[in-house]
């Protein structure tokens, strides 16, 4: 079983940074690819970025490519999500998943088996 908790949302002005943490407890974190997701009212939750195991596969959804950087430190179990350039259209709850311990890489939030608590992320225009 993995935990996650999520910290580092909040409110932002339009073209403003935040940094989201993700803390996983469990001595497997390596094994685990990550990925971060968000869900914005009324609206389906989305993909946003994912990075395996080892750190060296990365892929982001196209409307944050360019703005938005997912990087992990295993020797911490912390994955993050720093995001710049932010727009008011990225206003939404960010949650944190893993897959299960040596499941491949995936976009497909319905394949990742664990997920944190979500942070509320606020961007005003």
């Known amino acids: 079983q993995v935990q996650l908790t999520e910290s580092g949302g909040g409110l932002v002005q339009a073209g403003g940074s935040l940094r989201l943490s993700c803390a996983a407890s469990?001595?497997?974190?390596?094994?685990?690819?990550m990925g971060w997701f968000r869900q914005a009212p009324g609206k389906e939750r989305e993909f946003v970025a994912v990075?395996?195991?080892?750190?060296?596969?990365?892929n982001y959804a196209d409307s944050v490519k360019g703005r938005f950087a997912i990087s992990r430190d295993n020797a911490k179990n912390t994955v993050y999500l720093q995001m710049d350039a932010l727009k008011p259209e990225d206003k939404a709850v960010y949650y944190c998943?893993?897959?299960?311990?040596?499941?491949?890489?995936?976009?497909?939030?319905?394949?990742?088996?664990?997920w944190g608590q979500g942070t509320q992320v606020t961007v005003s225009s």
């Open positions: 990075i395996s195991g080892s750190g060296g596969v990365i």
């Open positions: 469990g001595r497997t974190f390596a094994s685990h690819v």
């Open positions: 998943a893993a897959r299960a311990a040596g499941m491949s890489y995936t976009t497909d939030y319905s394949r990742y088996n664990y």
